[in-house]
């Protein structure tokens, strides 16, 4: 069992930015950012192996960006460019192998509690 825990989340303006950051009770694990907008299904956002390659969903690309530091057991998802359509609770998820890493929640067991983004226009 990993423990999660987010953090960075605030209320910001169309064209801003905001860090997020994951701190992990252990790593070596295939790590996902995903979020819920209200009235929605959860959505992955990016995600990224132990050897450090990523994938976005394609509404973020070129936007966000999601990076570790394994020494300190953290994941970041950078988000600039911010839109009011990126408001929602953004979650952390750690998986299991780099095999079935991806962006579909059920490929993950462990979530931190959220993380609150809103973006006004």
């Known amino acids: 069992q990993v423990q999660l825990m987010e953090s960075g989340g605030g209320s910001v303006q169309a064209g801003g930015s905001l860090r997020l950051s994951c701190a992990a009770s252990?790593?070596?694990?295939?790590m996902g950012w995903f979020r819920q907008a209200p009235g929605k299904e959860r959505e992955g956002v990016a995600y990224?192996?132990?050897?450090?390659?990523?994938s976005y969903v394609e509404s973020v690309k070129g936007r966000f960006t999601i990076s570790q530091d394994n020494a300190k057991n953290t994941l970041y998802l950078q988000m600039n460019s911010l839109k009011p359509e990126d408001t929602a609770m953004y979650y952390c998820?750690?998986?299991?192998?780099?095999?079935?890493?991806?962006?579909?929640?059920?490929?993950?067991?462990?979530w931190g509690q959220g993380t609150q983004v809103t973006v006004s226009s």
């Open positions: 990224i192996t132990t050897g450090g390659s990523t």
């Open positions: 998820a750690a998986g299991g192998s780099d095999a079935i890493c991806s962006l579909l929640s059920s490929r993950y067991n462990n």
């Open positions: 252990r790593s070596r694990y295939c």
